[in-house]
């Protein structure tokens, strides 16, 4: 998933605790539909960031493009889903009780949650996209290795790549005649 896993879980048993209400059914429905809307905010700018690093961008600024051109969705339907569920917090109606554990993990859950997925989704997404400049680099160096090509009159020539910034350079070099010359018996 695109959130840290203690923002998906923590936010919502507190809630629950800090209002000493029992996990029930009602609060796992909740759980459920702030899954869902929390996800599909970091997908908005995930998705929104890879498209601009296709066209070019870093990884650092398509991330923050991302962020401040999706913000306004994030922030509708994000606002829209709270407010819809302060009345069921707040326990109003016949049988208002019991479907208050529903609302208090709405509220509290968006509340913490839009936190994080506005800040800590951008950082991982940076860490994220240096962990994979990194893997690459060193998949690119493994995959360099001596080649061996054999020349005239059976010596045997050996091209080493090295690759160092941008530039790769590729130089052929033969190996040295034997130091000590062969006795033949005979």
Same mark, same amino acid.
């Given at each position: 998933?695109?959130?840290?896993?203690?923002?998906?879980?923590?936010? %919502?048993? #507190?809630?629950?605790?800090?209002?000493?209400?029992?996990?029930?059914?009602?609060?796992?429905?909740?759980?459920?539909?702030?899954?869902?809307?929390?996800e599909k905010n970091a997908i908005m700018q995930?998705?929104?960031?890879l498209d601009a690093e296709r066209g070019g961008?870093?990884?650092?600024?398509?991330?923050?493009?991302?962020?401040?051109?999706?913000?306004?969705?994030?922030?509708?339907?994000?606002?829209?889903?709270?407010?819809?569920a302060v009345p069921i917090a707040l326990g109003?109606?016949?049988?208002?009780?019991?479907?208050?554990?529903?609302?208090?993990?709405?509220?509290?859950?968006?509340?913490?949650?839009?936190?994080?997925?506005?800040?800590?989704?951008?950082?991982?997404?940076?860490?994220?996209?240096?962990?994979?400049?990194?893997?690459?680099?060193?998949?690119?160096?493994?995959?360099?290795?001596?080649?061996?090509?054999?020349? %005239?009159?059976?010596?045997?020539?050996?091209? #080493?790549?090295?690759?160092?910034?941008?530039?790769?350079?590729? %130089?052929? #070099?033969?190996?040295?005649?034997?130091?000590?010359?062969?006795?033949?018996?005979?």
């Amino acid at each position: 998933m695109t959130t840290p896993v203690c923002s998906k879980r923590c936010d %919502r048993f #507190v809630t629950l605790m800090l209002f000493r209400m029992d996990l029930n059914i009602y609060a796992f429905v909740g759980m459920i539909m702030l899954v869902g809307i929390v996800e599909k905010n970091a997908i908005m700018q995930i998705d929104f960031a890879l498209d601009a690093e296709r066209g070019g961008k870093k990884p650092e600024e398509a991330i923050y493009e991302g962020c401040l051109i999706r913000f306004r969705p994030i922030m509708m339907t994000t606002m829209a889903a709270l407010l819809g569920a302060v009345p069921i917090a707040l326990g109003y109606g016949a049988g208002g009780e019991a479907r208050q554990p529903l609302g208090l993990v709405v509220v509290g859950g968006l509340l913490f949650s839009q936190l994080v997925t506005l800040y800590l989704t951008p950082v991982f997404y940076t860490y994220m996209a240096q962990l994979q400049t990194w893997m690459r680099s060193r998949q690119r160096a493994a995959s360099l290795r001596p080649a061996t090509l054999n020349g %005239r009159a059976g010596h045997a020539a050996t091209l #080493v790549l090295s690759l160092s910034k941008d530039e790769l350079t590729v %130089r052929q #070099v033969h190996p040295e005649r034997d130091a000590h010359p062969s006795t033949s018996s005979g």
